[in-house]
């Protein structure tokens, strides 16, 4: 069993940045990929970026050359770095493992919330 805990989310002005950590328990981690999804209002949760487990990187379109997923198996550890950030963008976050660029494996965090207002 895999756990999961987000960090880094919080209030920021539309072009700010924030970069969003997810914590995972248990040594298998490295053996996951990893994901961090969204939800906004109303809406869909819906992927933002892919990691596999060598490091390689799928991102969603409204993410592409703003935000960059990234993960430190030494740390268990997988980020992501939003930049450029636009109202838009807000929504919860959540990080997930196990999964595939085509829906999600079943470990979740608890999200955390990202606020892009002026």
């Known amino acids: 069993q895999v756990q999961l805990v987000e960090s880094g989310g919080g209030s920021v002005q539309p072009g700010g940045s924030l970069k969003l950590s997810c914590a995972a328990s248990g040594s298998t981690f490295r053996l996951y990929a990893g994901a961090w999804y969204r939800q906004a209002p109303g809406k869909q949760r819906e992927l933002v970026a892919f990691i596999t487990r060598s490091g390689s990187a799928i991102y969603a379109d409204s993410a592409k050359g703003r935000f960059t997923i990234s993960r430190d198996n030494a740390k268990n550890t997988v980020y992501l770095e939003m930049n450029s950030l636009k109202p838009e963008d807000t929504a919860v976050y959540y990080c997930?493992?196990?999964?595939?660029?085509?829906?999600?494996?079943?470990?979740w965090g608890q999200g955390t919330q990202v606020t892009v207002s002026s």
């Open positions: 997930n493992a196990g999964g595939l660029p085509g829906g999600p494996g079943r470990h």
